[in-house]
């Protein structure tokens, strides 16, 4: 209970009753979610799964060791996944973009987390995947600058260098640049690798592509930047959970997928009522996380994730939900760039 209490220091000092009333938040959340599946069940009902069966989900990150999935971690450590007959496992992927697709279809992995322009450019490639679950409604991207910069807009990023972690994030940002009005061909790429975001820092490039979440990462390890909130300067989606298209063909698999969607979304409504809780959980997973970020610095982190992952809910939409208009919009301006 010590680290529980850790991470919710900054609200003990103002309200030792609001820690209190979380407290039994949590335990009441946990108490009903766990059982959640079986109470849910009803005649027709795919969940739970009459054979636990197993999934892989890899990460678009080539890491696993952040805040940005909690319900993962949730659904993992509360047993949602385990009542509704998912063994889920969480895996780090590379840091890339099609390789990271070309792992569905030669099916060494079920679930992917990709951007949209990676999933597009996938599809483009003939790699048959599809969305399964929207999980970001919003622009989750944003551009990070050197904290003396005089780039102010997206506009200010036309002619100059741009540091992507991997040369397969190209097709992230060229409609980003389209959706502005600036050329993608008028800038440069530099590929940094995981040190992308330091390449900034040190002046090596003029920008760095972030995404909500990262931003209190590259913060509390001290790099001297500012953002450019994509929130503000564009209305695309963002990354959703990416499955094989033929998956939706044979009932079993279709089926898992049902299972396994199904405690993403408990996952997210816990996150939703008791945000320090699923961040706890997450922030116990990894010894690195707590070597990069204290505990309020890793709970910010996640919140900049949640605020997006619970749009649609909030819109009453529910969990998982694509806005298909917005998504034609983007789809029209990718078919412009070719």
């Not at 992995?109 to 970001?136: R, W, Y």
């Not at 010894?287 to 204290?294: H, R, S, V």
Request: net charge neutral.
């Amino acid at each position: 209970m010590a680290t529980f209490k850790t991470i919710h220091s900054g609200l003990r000092n103002r309200s030792g009753s609001l820690v209190r009333w979380t407290l039994i938040a949590s335990l009441l959340v946990t108490a009903l979610a766990v059982v959640a599946p079986k109470a849910a069940t009803a005649a027709g009902d795919t969940c739970p799964l009459a054979d636990k069966t197993k999934l892989t989900w890899v990460s678009p990150r080539g890491t696993l060791e952040v805040m940005d999935d909690y319900p993962l971690w949730v659904a993992k450590k509360l047993g949602y996944f385990d009542a509704l007959g998912v063994d889920v496992d969480l895996q780090p992927g590379p840091l890339g973009g099609a390789n990271l697709m070309s792992l569905l279809s030669e099916k060494k992995a079920d679930v992917s987390f990709p951007s949209p322009g990676v999933l597009t450019a996938a599809i483009d490639a003939g790699i048959p995947v599809t969305m399964g679950f929207e999980m970001s409604s919003g622009q989750v991207f944003d551009f990070a600058v050197p904290v003396d910069s005089d780039i102010k807009t997206v506009k200010d990023l036309a002619g100059k260098t741009i540091a992507l972690g991997s040369a397969g994030w190209q097709p992230i940002v060229d409609p980003i640049l389209a959706e502005a009005g600036v050329d993608p061909k008028s800038v440069k790429y530099v590929e940094a690798g995981a040190q992308w975001g330091q390449i900034v820092d040190q002046k090596k490039a003029d920008a760095a592509l972030a995404w909500e979440g990262l931003r209190a990462q590259w913060l509390s390890i001290g790099l001297k930047v500012k953002f450019l909130l994509g929130s503000d300067f564009s209305k695309d989606p963002s990354n959703g959970y990416v499955i094989r298209a033929d998956d939706l063909k044979d009932a079993k698999l279709h089926n898992v997928l049902t299972c396994f969607f199904r405690g993403v979304a408990m996952g997210l409504e816990f996150g939703r009522v008791n945000p320090q809780a699923a961040g706890q959980i997450t922030y116990e997973q990894f010894p690195a996380l707590k070597d990069q970020m204290k505990p309020d610095l890793a709970l910010e982190s996640m919140r900049q994730l949640a605020f997006l992952y619970n749009q649609t809910n909030k819109a009453g939409k529910g969990y998982g939900y694509s806005d298909e208009t917005n998504w034609q919009s983007y789809l029209d301006r990718v078919a412009k760039l070719g």
